[in-house]
């Protein structure tokens, strides 16, 4: 069974701090790796996609992925308000379909 | 950018009876999933057509079917409807393996079982 783990949250961080997210996945032959946003009711947005190990940086993100310790993160700098969400990860083998984790759920405070 | 589209919105309909979802793909997207999301649930994958051909199959019921037309657009066909089946039906597509796997989903299809 391919399982994605993820902590729910919820993770509560002020405005402008740096909030963090992890996830850890159990199959070895997933290849791609995604961050998606979903706020509540609506569609899964993604914000971040990494296929190599090391860090992948975009405006305020910053993926990072460790293949041999199975282990993705996601890093949101000065976190917004807008920024509150539920932050799902997702990992999936080369052009097959998306396995979830459960999502954390992130709220900033302002 | 153009983007997903799915349609109905939102369906409401009786227990055992049928629904059909829609789904247009980005413009020259060559890959359809469908995905259900029950209630404070992550997304589950359903079904995936790759060039109008299934080409993998999750936790999709025998009562549910899809397909994909020449047009790329995909329909997702459900029978003998359960309260159970209430829960956001997204529709997402991507270039394929070969154009880079990033999958963009639509807004979704809320339905409702009574």
């Known amino acids: 069974q391919k399982e994605v783990e993820q902590n729910s949250g919820p993770l509560s961080v002020p405005e402008g701090a740096i909030a963090s997210l992890n996830c850890t996945y159990s199959d070895r032959g997933s290849q791609s790796f995604f961050w998606y946003r979903q706020y509540s009711g609506k569609s899964p947005e993604l914000i971040m996609s990494?296929?190599?190990?090391g860090d992948k940086e975009d405006g305020r993100f910053t993926a990072q992925l460790n293949k041999a310790s199975q282990y993705v993160s996601l890093l949101i700098r000065d976190s917004q308000p807008s920024d509150s969400a539920t932050y799902l990860c997702a990992v999936a083998e080369a052009g097959t379909a998306l396995i979830f984790g459960k999502g954390t759920t992130l709220s900033v405070s302002s | 950018a153009a983007g997903v589209i799915q349609s109905p919105r939102h369906l409401i309909k009786e227990k055992r009876e049928t629904a059909t979802l829609k789904c247009y793909p980005i413009?020259?997207?060559?890959?359809v999933y469908w995905y259900q999301q029950g209630p404070g649930q992550d997304p589950q994958f359903l079904i995936s057509f790759y060039e109008k051909m299934q080409s993998d199959k999750g936790s999709i019921p025998d009562r549910f079917s899809a397909q994909q037309f020449s047009d790329y657009h995909s329909e997702l066909n459900m029978s003998s409807l359960e309260l159970g089946d209430s829960a956001l039906y997204f529709c997402?597509?991507?270039?394929?393996?070969?154009?880079?796997?990033?999958?963009?989903f639509g807004p979704g299809t809320r339905l409702t079982v009574l």
């Open positions: 997402a597509s991507s270039l394929g393996a070969e154009g880079g796997d990033e999958q963009f």
């Open positions: 413009p020259r997207h060559d890959t």
């Open positions: 990494i296929y190599s190990n």
